[in-house]
């Protein structure tokens, strides 16, 4: 019987101190926060290869910049998202985003030729005109070199173009892979069908991708989780992790609910029975918004290893 203990708010306190004071307190979602830095600290201390599948929204917002230093520093193997990615992290690349709210009136940004994301405010301009512009460049040198790509070549070929506040970016220069499954639903994506409209030789070789996700897998003995929302990005990791014998560790940061049997709302004990996580697994899942639960979980691991 371990007491339940008040947190302790002091000036000056650390990300990682206030983590000790959340698992201290034995709340709700504090506690499984403080539990999931604890198994992120101990995969990346034994060296355990670390794949990450986040939804594209949180690129759209300042944690794109939490992502972009875990690539940076190298303490993620692999990255698995969706064509958003892509998108935000060009555009952003170039232009900006801005503040909004979820009660804005939608007709009226429409005519402004603004879209709403959340409440992120993305003007046209600063997306899908910056994407074009400079996906068809990028697309035409590609095609020069040769005329099949994969996923994440296409991913470290914009991420060459980018600056080093981009993932992409960091991808490329650090040699993680990127996949992206689902790469023909977004902006990047359409660019992609364009282009072909005119270089009907330019494919995209999806199956390379599988084979490089396939032999990360059967490659390793040990493999690990880090799984942000869900959708196909989610369920690309811990479909492939059966070819390891399922997961040896696993953090899920989800907002969705079981009961609709959705794979987002999923819980890992359900991908136990699946074997895509391994029966003694090292798991949790933290409900509620990545936004606000990735930056204090990173922070609080960067104080750890550092």
């Not at 506690?31 to 990346?44: H, P, S």
């Not at 409440?119 to 899908?128: A, E, H, R, S």
């Not at 490089?212 to 492939?240: P, Q, Y």
């Amino acid at each position: 019987m371990i007491p339940i203990k008040d947190i302790t708010l002091k000036p000056k306190m650390s990300a990682n101190d206030l983590i000790k004071n959340l698992y201290d307190s034995g709340g709700f979602t504090a506690k499984k926060i403080a539990l999931g830095v604890d198994i992120l600290e101990k995969i990346v201390n034994e060296n355990v290869p670390l794949l990450l599948s986040f939804p594209a929204c949180i690129c759209a917002t300042g944690t794109r910049g939490v992502i972009r230093e875990m690539v940076k520093r190298k303490l993620i193997d692999v990255l698995i998202t969706t064509g958003g990615t892509l998108d935000h992290d060009l555009a952003r690349t170039w232009k900006s985003y801005y503040h909004g709210s979820f009660l804005l009136d939608d007709v009226e940004l429409h005519k402004k030729g603004i879209n709403r994301l959340g409440n992120i405010l993305i003007p046209t301009k600063n997306y899908g005109y910056i994407i074009e512009k400079k996906m068809q460049g990028i697309l035409k040198r590609m095609y020069k070199e040769k005329k099949e790509w994969s996923t994440r070549e296409i991913a470290w070929k914009i991420g060459e173009t980018l600056n080093d506040k981009s993932i992409l970016y960091w991808s490329w220069k650090n040699r993680i892979s990127v996949y992206i499954p689902g790469i023909v639903d977004g902006a990047v994506g359409s660019q992609i069908w364009m282009f072909y409209q005119s270089h009907k030789e330019f494919m995209l070789d999806l199956l390379r991708d599988e084979q490089e996700l396939a032999d990360t897998m059967f490659n390793n003995t040990k493999i690990a989780g880090l799984i942000i929302g869900g959708g196909i990005s989610k369920h690309h990791l811990i479909w492939w992790s059966q070819f390891s014998g399922g997961l040896d560790a696993a953090i899920y940061i989800t907002s969705s609910p079981e009961w609709d049997g959705s794979l987002s709302g999923a819980r890992p004990r359900e991908a136990i029975s699946w074997g895509k996580l391994k029966e003694k697994s090292k798991n949790v899942i933290i409900e509620g918004d990545a936004t606000l639960i990735l930056p204090l979980m990173i922070a609080a691991l960067l104080e750890r290893l550092e």
